[in-house]
Each structure stands twice: as structure tokens, then as C-alpha cells.
């Protein structure tokens, strides 16, 4: 049998890696996200830290892009004495390495957005998570699209328009999300045989640029396009390659998933871009909620429900400003 808990820390302060842990007597815990520079996960540590601040609990937040970084990660909230934390991994695959290392160090732990999957390939139940219903809300994406697409004139069964999937499939959720646009514009009419894949290696701007720009390339007779991702980021990449082969912003119908900064800065330009709307999520549940639900489970005990999916709102450059009011309120 390995040291207890009570042993390791000991050796840790002994090491001088537990020192700070003083200078904060609130409780903590840990909120680990997987990309820190994405807007999505700077405002579940917004909301994450108001949760902190009005409940009396201190939340610290790192990014960890890798399997190394988020082990390592555990061990420093082991040292600071954390309650717990909450974590969208950079690979559901790390599920039962994050499961031991948080149960040797006896740290609670529940999952947000990117649910965890244990060695068999299913989702690890006995870890709460909290994640958007991702079928339902990739379903609103595609039906925006073909709404507005109709409100253009575009036949969709007439062939001359191009489903884009920014694909990412290897992640559930966004696997759900771009399985379900695509259903809502087959449905609408559109023929599967014009649904293109770009698959993404990365979920990010760069990562959808890079992955749509052969495809519209290869496509290039298509000069009517439909743009759905499993992120604001990853539907902006494909609109930028396509502004970039020379379509115009009435010629693309980009509709992303989020409705954080990435969505509202191109809201906010002057002028329209392809980038038509996004699915906005609410970093508030996803952060704020889960903060507080991981504090009560360390600090009393609470059990958070096992599994919470949440809801959309349709984000366009018209009601932007006014849905964010409501969010926020
Ligand atoms: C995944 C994506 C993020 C964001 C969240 C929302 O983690 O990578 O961009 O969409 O889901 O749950």
C-alpha cells in the first residue's frame, strides 16, 4: 500500500510544495480546462470564481493542454490542499488516469463539457458531469440554417449548396453537435451527398481553417456554402477559408455553437461576415454551477447530480446584446 493522503502532503510541505497553501485559509478547489486561451473556458473561470467569491470558497484555475499537464496539475491541488476539482480534459481517453490519480490523493471530481471515458470506451457514470445537450443543440444549428437559407432563395436540393462539417469526431459531444446540423439540413433537403467532411485536428480558429481549406478548395464549383462545427472557433475557421477562396458573406451561412467572445466580435464588426449565428451556451451553469456543486461535495458532503445537459439560445447579430443582458442579469 502507497503513503495516505495525510503522508503525502506532509512530504510535500516537508518539500516546500504545500508553502502557499497558508496564505488562504478559504477552502479551494480546482477548475482545469483543457484549452485556457479559448473564450468559452476564460468565462467558465469567470463564473467559476463569482461562485468562489460569493459562497467563500478560493477556485484555482490552470489550463492543462495535455495528459502531463493535468497529472500534474492534480498534484498541485493535492499539495494546496484543494477540496476537489472540476475538469474539461484535453482527452476523455485520461478518464481513468484522472479517476486514480484524484482518489489517491482523495480529491472529488466532476467533469464539464468533455465527459470522461473509462478503459471499456464508455462514459465514466460514477463522475458527475455536466455537458450541452449536443444532438438537440446541433439539430437548432442546422435548423437555423435552413431557415435562413430559405430566407435567401438557396435550394438546398438542387445540389448547388455545400454542407461544410468541421468535424471533430473523436469527441462525443462533438461528434452529437455536427451529427445533428447535418440531420436538420438533410431533413430540410438537403442531399447527403453534399455534405462534406473537413476533419480538425485541433477545435480551435486555426484548426477549422486549416481543415476547410482543402475541401472548399476541392470543391471549388460549390459557391454556396453551409458551415457547422462543434465550436464558434472551429465554424469561423471554415468562414474565413471561404471568404478566402473569394465567396462572399451572402454566399456563406455560418452558424457556430457557444455565443462567447468569439461569436460576439464578429457580431459587433460593421458589416456582416458568413459567420451568420451561434448556438449560445451558458458558461454560468457550466462554471458557476459546477464550482459551487464540486465546494458543497468536498466541503459537505452534497453529491452533485450525476449527469446535467444543458440548453441553447439562438445568437444572431440582432439579439446579441439583448441575450447577454438576460444572461447576465
Ligand atoms: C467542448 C468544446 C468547447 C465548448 C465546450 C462547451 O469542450 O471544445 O469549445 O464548446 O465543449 O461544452
Known sequence: MGPTRREMLALMAGLGLAGCARSDDRPKIGFIVKQPEEQWFQSEWFHADRAGAEHGFTVIKIGAPDGDRVLSAIDTLAAKNALGFVICTPDPKLGPAIRQSAAMWGLKVMSVDDRLIGPDGDPIESIP????????????????????????????????????????????????????????????????????????????????????????????????????????????????????????????????????????????????????????????????????????????????????YTDGLEMTRDNWQALLAEQNA
Open 129 to 308: 458531469h455536466v455537458g450541452i445537450s449536443a444532438l438537440n443543440i446541433g439539430t437548432m444549428a442546422g435548423q437555423v440554417i435552413a431557415r435562413e437559407a430559405a430566407g435567401r432563395g438557396w435550394d438546398l436540393a438542387s445540389g448547388e449548396v455545400g454542407l461544410l462539417r468541421l468535424a471533430f469526431d473523436s469527441l462525443q459531444t462533438g461528434l452529437e453537435r455536427t451529427q445533428g446540423g447535418r440531420d436538420a439540413l438533410i431533413a430540410a433537403g438537403l442531399p447527403a451527398s453534399a455534405v462534406y467532411d473537413a476533419p480538425q485536428r485541433t477545435t480551435d480558429t486555426e484548426g477549422g481553417f486549416t481543415a476547410a481549406n482543402p475541401v472548399l478548395t476541392r470543391m471549388g464549383a460549390i459557391r454556396k456554402w453551409a458551415i457547422i462545427g462543434m465550436n464558434d472557433e472551429a465554424v469561423l475557421g471554415g468562414v474565413r477559408a471561404a471568404e478566402g477562396l473569394g465567396l462572399s458573406r451572402s454566399d456563406i451561412i455560418g452558424v457556430g455553437i457557444g455565443g462567447s467572445g468569439s461569436a460576439t466580435a464578429e457580431f459587433s464588426k460593421a458589416n456582416p461576415t458568413g459567420f451568420f449565428a451561434s448556438i449560445l451556451l451558458s458558461p454560468k451553469r457550466h462554471g458557476y454551477d459546477t464550482a459551487l456543486a464540486l465546494y458543497r461535495w468536498g466541503e459537505a458532503g452534497e453529491a452533485p447530480a450525476p449527469l446535467v
